[in-house]
């Protein structure tokens, strides 16, 4: 069964930074999963924010361009997304997602509040 583990979420001031953290276990396949990470805001539909596909294609949100990056290290099971120039509006649970095409694994999610 695969499990994911979200951390790195917190409190930062406006125009901080945080990088979110994803790790899983259960399988020795990870590199072969599509990752991404979404988030999903009070009252608001949960969106893509980016994804990281198997044929190393990277997509951000039009909200995350230029101020997010996600990374994975396959040797460590991992996927990351740094976040620099937070903004109020970004505050959210952050949740990270394996896929396959078949089969999406969830984590539980790491809140994330930007506000002075």
């Known amino acids: 069964q695969v499990q994911l583990v979200e951390s790195g979420g917190g409190l930062v001031q406006p125009g901080g930074s945080l990088r979110l953290s994803c790790a899983a276990s259960?399988?020795?396949?990870?590199?072969?999963?599509?990752k991404a990470w979404y988030r999903q805001a009070p009252g608001k539909q949960r969106e893509l924010v980016a994804t990281f596909t198997t044929g190393g294609i990277i997509i951000y949100a039009d909200s995350a361009k230029g101020r997010f990056t996600i990374s994975r290290d396959n040797a460590k099971n991992t996927v990351y997304l740094e976040m620099n120039s937070l903004k109020p509006e970004d505050t959210a649970v952050y949740f990270c997602k394996l896929s396959n095409g078949r089969v999406n694994y969830w984590g539980q999610g790491t809140q994330v509040t930007v506000s002075s």
């Open positions: 259960g399988t020795n396949l990870f590199s072969i999963y599509n």
